[in-house]
């Protein structure tokens, strides 16, 4: 289960009994720990030697803006016409959807272009961003180091 930042204080202490290169390994060693019946809720894993990362996905235009404006004006036009669609019968209810997909990609593609322009060429550019650590250490109290060490032992 996920917690907040909020609820998450320092690390409890204890001694790192294992290293990984990536979070996905750590994931995986506090996962067979707990398969094989070890007291996990006391373990932490702590990434050191953060960095953010960010991957740049592809050129954004004017034109690549305002197309992805009208894909989402169009899915907004559609929601209001279906919306609007459930307090009317007959050939009207077909009529909203499809004026309500066309009015949205419209708008949408008119708000998106603009939005673009008005950035005068900064950012032109799409991208991921996430903050990675180079090492992810597993850590549990010193009462429970040795068998920890026993059972990550025979692991991958």
């Not at 720990?33 to 990362?53: C, H, K, Q, T, Y």
């Not at 991957?55 to 016409?81: E, M, N, P, S, Y």
């Amino acid at each position: 289960m996920a917690t907040t930042f909020d609820s998450i204080s320092a690390p409890r202490g204890g001694r790192s009994v294992a290293g990984y290169g990536t979070y996905d390994q750590a994931q995986h060693a506090v996962d067979h720990l707990s398969d094989n019946g070890f007291p996990v809720e006391n373990a932490d894993i702590i990434g050191s030697d953060l960095r953010l990362v960010e991957h740049v996905t592809g050129r954004i235009t004017t034109g690549r803006a305002a197309l992805a404006g009208a894909g989402t004006g169009a899915w907004l036009g559609l929601f209001f016409g279906l919306l609007v669609g459930l307090f009317t019968t007959g050939p009207t209810w077909v009529g909203l959807l499809l004026g309500g997909l066309v009015i949205g990609a419209v708008w949408g593609a008119i708000f998106g272009f603009f939005a673009q322009w008005a950035t005068g060429g900064r950012r032109d550019f799409s991208s991921e961003r996430g903050i990675v650590a180079g090492r992810y250490d597993v850590v549990v109290p010193e009462a429970h180091g040795e068998r920890a060490r026993a059972l990550l032992a025979g692991l991958d």
